[in-house]
């Protein structure tokens, strides 16, 4: 089936039972869709809003079971088993299509793919071995990354190189990895920001505002928006987004996060085809939120208006956020009535809290980010990041 209208009623399965999931499910169910997840965590976040196939991603019968089950399937996460997402394709409707998958999923493919969308990347090599890496160390200069070209994320699978002295080291624990490295060129940025796009299979495309990204320890902490970039670099940003979902002929939204470099230059950095963290800000400050724009996406129905109704500030909650949290909670307080601030509280219901887990987050609806931002840095919640 290669495009078709799918109406309420109908049941969308979705590979990955985590938040991502979870709140497709929220959005999806509020439009009038069923849905059913496969992951392997009974009860898993998406599994306590929908049914759940408790089964392995690689698990041929069980995907077979959720085809069965579906009216049309998604996924919520890119290491999906590329076997069985096309295996999916083949035997029922995944409007995502597999090639997408393919190519996100391995860095070197989706360099390739962003140069010819016309997308700038930073500098890059390819290493197969520790001769390829000196060479490229010397060519682009250091400080320099090399990553694994799959499987990484949240800064996993990533050794930064500052002299040469951390060559040897770096390829004898990278090339243990057993996948293809890349080494990338250090951009100094100035701010990462990153920006949603959703496309339908009629080829309609609409973006949300970028987000400008804060990491802590190489996880996404906070999301302001509207990010404080030039109005020139934020359309830049939106038409680099646009150009990206129509040359990889998108369906769903794909999640560009890009480096503003100290010279005003954007470098793409990386992909993501499906709802993403940074795009999290949209449940509470725009007229259409990521998830339920992914469900009109895949179903084809006509695309949300994605305005911007308020400045907000997205900060994520980790495992080591929630005790504070929990206390905060159902106390009065004084301090967002008096920035006039009003922080809204999403949690995905996981049953193990870990340090660096991302257990919830909190849209701070602000009158600008700037209230916001002065809320989160006065709550006790996230006083370890910046001890
Ligand atoms: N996810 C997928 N790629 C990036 C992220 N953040 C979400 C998906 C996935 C969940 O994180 O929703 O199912 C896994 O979270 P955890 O805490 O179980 O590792």
């Known amino acids: 089936m290669t495009s078709a209208t799918i109406l309420p009623g109908a049941t ?6 985590g938040q991502l999931g979870r709140m497709l499910a929220h959005a999806g169910n509020r439009l009038g869709y069923r849905f059913v997840t496969l992951d392997p965590t009974p009860d898993s976040p998406c599994g306590q809003t929908a049914r759940q196939i408790v089964a392995g991603y690689g698990d041929r019968e069980a995907a077979r079971e959720l085809a069965r089950l579906s009216d049309v399937i998604t996924y919520e996460f890119e290491n999906v088993d590329a076997e069985v997402a096309a295996m999916l394709e083949a035997e029922s409707y995944v409007p995502q299509g597999s090639a997408l998958l393919y190519t996100t999923q391995h860095r070197l493919r989706e360099k390739h793919a962003l140069e010819a969308a016309g997308a700038r990347v930073a500098p890059y090599a390819e290493i197969a071995s520790l001769q390829d890496l000196r060479e490229a160390a010397e060519r682009l200069g250091l400080p320099a990354i090399l990553k694994t070209a799959t499987g990484g994320y949240d800064g996993k699978g990533q050794w930064v190189l500052r002299s040469a002295d951390d060559l040897d080291r770096a390829w004898e624990e990278a090339s243990r990895a057993g996948t293809a490295l890349v080494l990338e060129k250090f951009v100094r940025f100035a701010k990462e920001i990153s920006v949603i796009a959703a496309r339908r299979p009629s080829g309609e495309v609409r973006t949300f505002a970028p987000a400008e990204n804060v990491h802590v320890n190489n996880i996404l902490h906070l999301s302001i928006v509207p990010a404080r970039i030039p109005d020139h670099v934020r359309a830049e940003a939106e ?21 503003l470099a100290e010279d005003g230059t954007l470098y ?17 400050a725009c007229r259409t ?15 949300g208006d994605t305005s911007l109704m308020t400045p907000v500030v997205m900060v994520n909650v980790l495992g080591e956020h929630m005790e504070s ?11 967002a009535e008096k920035l006039g601030v009003e922080p809204k509280v999403h ?25 916001a931002l002065a809320w989160i840095s006065q709550t006790d919640i996230w006083r370890y990041d910046e001890a």
């Not at 939120?289 to 695309?303: G, N, V």
């Not at 949690?347 to 209230?371: D, Q």
């Open 347 to 371: 949690l995905y219901g996981k049953a193990e809290s870990k340090t660096g887990r991302k257990m919830g987050h909190i849209n701070v609806l602000a009158p600008h980010t700037g209230a």
């Open 239 to 259: 038409g680099l987004a646009i150009s990206i979902a129509e040359s990889l002929n998108v369906v769903g939204l794909i999640a560009v996060e890009m480096f």
């Open 289 to 303: 939120s990521q998830f339920e724009q992914h469900i009109r996406a895949i179903c084809d129905l006509p695309l």
């Open 325 to 335: 949290l929990l206390q905060w909670l159902p106390a009065c307080d004084v301090e």
């Open 268 to 284: 793409v950095n990386e992909l993501a085809p499906r709802p993403h963290n940074s795009g999290h800000y949209t449940m509470d």
């Open 12 to 17: 969308i399965g979705i590979l990955g039972g």
